[in-house]
């Protein structure tokens, strides 16, 4: 017989009337290395099918399967099922309304990533083939350009949970910091200039959740405090 593992899954229907509970499920290990997406499927598929959750790539890429896994976020398709206390208690990502189930609605965060206006600004005419960038000035991106936009940095903030309508959290402000060390990008300044604000990038106040929590291994911290130190060096 096959090893079972136990889950509880965060259950939310909105036109049910009922609250919100957490549902008791045991499924089979099924393979070597299984995720915690492959628990979530065979949840679906053979036990409940009106579980709803978000999933696309299967493989850390798309970043649509954050989840709040044992009280952290983290992408369930890349999360051993190994390892995890059980039961395992998997929940939708903090912070956001749920729409259903594991499903949150992420409009706002997204809002937050445009905000930031996240594409390359020139000023200057385009040369008329590709805009040079040495080994080095590429290098600056690393970190930062590797963002999925899971949420799961975001969502595990407290900053952001209490300053959410106005902190623009770590997903967006690594953004921001993408493109204000890209040295193709023309709009340093005016960037620096919207963020200098108490609440868009001063809320930060270095609790670090962002780092342990994101999947990719980067650090909106970082990313924040070099965008305060530019915004100290301009004014030096
Ligand atoms: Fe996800 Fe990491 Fe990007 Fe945050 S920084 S949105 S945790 S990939
Ligand atoms: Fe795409 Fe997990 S399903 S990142």
Excluded at 35 to 52: F, V
Excluded at 97 to 124: C, G, N, S
Excluded at 158 to 174: E, I, K, Q, V
């Amino acid at each position: 017989m096959s090893e079972m593992i136990r889950l509880e899954v965060y259950r939310f229907d909105p036109e049910s009337g009922d609250k919100p509970y957490m549902q008791p499920f045991e499924v089979p290990v099924t393979k070597p290395g299984m995720k915690l997406l492959d628990a979530l499927n065979h949840i679906k598929w053979e036990l409940d099918g009106t579980l709803t959750y978000r999933r696309s790539c299967g493989e850390g890429a798309c970043g649509s399967d954050g989840l709040n896994i044992n009280g952290v976020n983290g992408l369930a398709c890349i999360t051993p099922i190994a390892g995890l206390r059980q039961p395992i208690a998997v929940r939708p990502l903090p912070g956001m309304p749920v729409i259903r189930d594991l499903v949150v609605d992420m409009e706002h965060f997204f809002d937050q990533y445009r905000q930031v206006q996240p594409w390359l600004k020139r000023y200057t005419p385009m040369p008329e083939h590709e805009i040079l960038q040495s080994p080095e000035q590429r290098t600056r991106i690393d970190g930062s350009y590797e963002c999925i936009l899971c949420a799961c940095c975001t969502t595990s903030c407290p900053s952001w949970w209490w300053n959410g309508d106005r902190f623009l959290g770590p997903a967006a402000l690594l953004h921001a910091n993408r493109w204000i060390e890209d040295s193709r990008d023309e709009a340093m300044g005016e960037r620096l200039g919207q963020l200098e604000d108490a609440f868009r990038l001063y809320r930060c106040h270095q609790i670090m959740n962002c780092m342990e929590s994101c999947p990719k291994e980067l650090n909106p911290t970082a990313a924040i405090n070099n965008i305060k130190r530019k915004i100290l060096a301009r004014k030096s």
